[in-house]
């Protein structure tokens, strides 16, 4: 399990995922309360982590839950994960496969550009058809907290189960994806921008054109699917990085949420 942390260069406080084949695995390991069955019924396999107790004597090595009595639990939408799942016969804990705080992978060779060298074996299944990561929903006395928003909205979830979906307290590391500068290029990268500055390489949105686009139609699930391929593609002109306004909205917030991160102000190393 240390091998993740050190190969990622990954700080142990932040938690990893635990991907299980089903539901009936993932009540091995955390408890399962009627809200979140619901969710696991709705949205697996897809691209939802739910954050739940443990079971008690949990089997899941300490590191992984950073010292949390909580876990992340996801059934992932590749048959070939599940299957790999399945054949093992346990959960695989597992994070983005990408340098930590650095860009995330939607593909393999942006795994090999990441970590070549330090991964003995990667499996090729395509590219990711979201674009973005899960949607992370905590479970909390059967109250619902936003801990990472993705594809899946908090309006979806809230339809789904009639009820709201809370904000996490800001200051909890309680889940993947919390650290205030994440999913960085080497580029700088400034917001809102309408047009941009000398030296800067504009990345647009709807009928802001830019350089490169995210969605020309000013599609926000074109846009999630888009986001980390053209920012990685414009951290390849050595020139910093402006991004067009994305409408807080929707799949939008997710989106706003990964740009807010990459535009964050680095830690000096």
């Known amino acids: 399990m240390q091998q993740i942390y050190k190969a990622k260069g990954r700080p ?16 091995k390991i955390v408890v399962v309360s009627p809200v979140a069955l619901r969710l696991m019924e709705i949205y697996w396999p897809g691209p939802l982590t739910l954050v739940l107790p443990a079971v008690e004597d949990s ?3 300490a590191p992984v ?3 949390l009595d909580t876990l992340a639990v996801r059934c992932p939408n590749k048959d070939i994960t599940r299957n790999i799942i399945r054949a093992l016969g346990r959960p695989i804990a597992a994070p983005s496969a990408n340098p930590s705080g650095k860009l995330s992978p939607t593909s393999a060779d942006d795994v090999l550009a990441g970590l070549d060298g330090k991964l003995p074996l990667i499996i090729d299944a395509g590219d990711a058809p979201e ?3 899960s949607t992370i929903i905590g479970v909390k006395n059967e109250k619902l907290y936003l801990l990472r928003p993705g594809t899946i909205t908090a309006d979806d979830i809230s ?3 009639g009820q709201p979906v809370l904000d996490r ?8 994806g919390q650290l205030l500068s994440h999913y960085a290029p080497e ?9 941009k500055q000398d030296g800067e390489l504009l990345i647009g949105f709807g009928d802001i054109k830019g350089d490169i686009s995210l969605s020309t139609s000013g599609n926000l699930s ?19 990085i402006a991004v067009a306004p994305i409408p807080n909205q929707g799949i939008g917030i997710a989106i706003n949420d990964r740009l807010k991160r990459a535009a964050a102000p680095r830690e000096k190393a």
């Not at 142990?12 to 009540?27: E, W």
């Not at 307290?169 to 993947?176: C, F």
């Not at 074109?222 to 910093?240: C, G, P, Q, W």
């Open 12 to 27: 142990s406080f932040n938690p990893l995922i635990c991907h299980v084949a089903d539901v009936d695995m993932a009540k």
């Open 59 to 61: 089997p899941i090595a």
């Open 65 to 67: 839950s950073a010292g």
């Open 131 to 133: 674009g973005i990561e």
């Open 159 to 161: 339809a789904a189960t």
């Open 169 to 176: 307290n800001e200051d909890e590391i309680s889940a993947p």
């Open 187 to 195: 580029a700088s990268v400034r917001l809102n921008a309408t047009d």
């Open 222 to 240: 074109e846009a999630a699917h888009n986001l980390f391929k053209t920012i990685r593609n414009a951290d390849k002109s050595s020139m910093r």
